[in-house]
Structure formats: C-alpha cells, structure tokens
C-alpha cells in the first residue's frame, strides 16, 4: 500500500460499539422472549387445564350433595303427598349445567394447549437464531472489527510518526 485515507477510525469504533449494544439487546430481547413463551406454555398447559379439573371436582361433589338433598326432601313425604321440591331441582340443575360448562372448558384448554405448545415450538427456532447472533455472530463481528481498526490505529501512527 503506497496511499491510505484513514481518517476516521474513530467512527468504525463508533460501528463496533454499536455491533456489541446490539448483541447485548439482542441476548436480552431472547432470554426475554424464552421466559415469556415459557410462562404462556405453563399457564396454557399446567394452571389452565389444573384450574379447570379443580372446577370439575367441585361441580361434582357439589352436584352430588344436591342430588342428595333432593333424595332427602322426596323421601321425608308419604307417598300420597307431594312436596314441592323446586328449589332443590334448580339447584341440581344449575350444578349439572357447571358442570358440563367446566367439562367444556377443560376440553377447550387442552386443545388450546396442544396448538400454544406447537406455535411455541415454532417460534423457538427464530429466537434460537437470534440467541445465536447475539452471543455468537455479533461479538465475533466486534472483535474481528476491532482487530482491524487496531491495525488501522498502527498504520496511522506508522504514516503519521
């Protein structure tokens, strides 16, 4: 090399700092975007479907105390008297109606689960790639950058001295 302009080194510092902040952010950005997705699946495929099998022991033992209830009422009368039981058959209703509305729910998490968890699986790969630019592609970028701007730094002083 018999001529070289370099005359702002200082700005491919600039460059690399900037590659190194990026990196930085983009590690955070993905151990961000990790622990959300972990949380979802969890909500989605542990706490939903626990939620809703709770729901459905309490509809149960609730349902069956009303039946119960019901038998009580019918069974304390003679068999020519009729005593009005109205309460207690909206009661058994209103439980089996839970019931089922639970049952339903619990349907509809598992499979909300099962689609969250391949939609979450999808998404891995990118973030996976993304994990690997900022930890791998990105500082080595820096450094080799920062290699060359030392050269550049002891040319200058070589032309300058």
């Known amino acids: 090399m018999t001529h070289s302009d370099v005359r702002d080194i200082d700005s491919l510092d600039q460059l690399r700092l900037a590659v190194e902040r990026l990196a930085d952010r983009l590690t955070l950005s993905s151990q961000a975007l990790h ?28 349902l069956t105390a009303a039946q119960d209830q019901l038998s009580r009422k019918r069974s304390t009368v003679r068999s020519g ?20 509305f639970c049952q339903d729910r619990e349907r509809l998490a598992r ?3 099962i689609e969250l968890n391949q939609e979450c699986e999808k998404a891995r790969g990118p973030i996976a790639a993304l994990v690997e630019q ?4 990105l500082p080595k970028a820096a ?8 050269r550049l730094r002891a040319y200058q002083d070589g032309q300058s001295g």
């Not at 969890?42 to 609730?62: D, G, K, L």
């Not at 450094?143 to 030392?150: E, K």
């Open 35 to 62: 622990a959300t997705i972990h949380r979802v699946e969890e909500h989605f495929s542990i706490e939903q479907p626990a939620y809703w099998r709770e729901q459905i022991r309490r509809a149960e033992r609730e």
């Open 81 to 100: 008297d009729r005593v009005p039981a109205t309460e207690e058959f909206k009661i058994v209703a209103r439980w089996k109606t839970r019931l089922r």
């Open 111 to 113: 499979r909300v689960a």
């Open 134 to 137: 900022g930890e791998v592609s």
């Open 143 to 150: 450094q080799r950058l920062l290699s060359l701007i030392d």
